[in-house]
């Protein structure tokens, strides 16, 4: 059974920047690609980012290109998101999901693992 666990969500100003970590247990995280999803209240659940199974795919929601980087380490077990330049619009609960397969895909009802979420929150 896949267990997904993400930290490093905090309120950070606009412009600031934070790194959110996601730590995979379970067997074959070398076998899913993984991804970041993000929800603000009152919102639907809305890609953000996800990456192959040998990092060397990604791809990223027209809103965030060019300010956040999806990475993972499969050694450790773990996938992170480091974002840049953050806005106030970016503030929302971050949920970091896996797909077992080789594609990657970006819509959340195709994604069978998800941790319990991180909040960040961007003042402005």
């Known amino acids: 059974q896949v267990q997904l666990v993400e930290s490093g969500g905090g309120l950070v100003q606009a412009g600031g920047s934070l790194r959110l970590s996601c730590a995979f247990s379970?067997?074959?995280?070398?076998?899913?690609?993984m991804g970041w999803f993000r929800q603000a209240p009152g919102k639907e659940r809305q890609f953000v980012a996800v990456i192959s199974v040998s990092g060397g795919r990604t791809d990223y929601a027209d809103s965030v290109k060019g300010r956040f980087t999806i990475s993972r380490d499969n050694a450790k077990n773990t996938v992170a998101l480091q974002m840049n330049s953050l806005k106030p619009e970016d503030t929302a609960v971050y949920y970091c999901?896996?797909?077992?397969?080789?594609?990657?895909?970006?819509?959340?009802?195709?994604?069978?693992?998800w941790g319990q979420g991180t909040q960040v929150t961007v003042s402005s």
């Open positions: 999901a896996g797909r077992y397969g080789a594609d990657l895909r970006i819509a959340a009802y195709e994604y069978t693992a």
């Open positions: 379970g067997r074959s995280f070398s076998r899913y690609p």
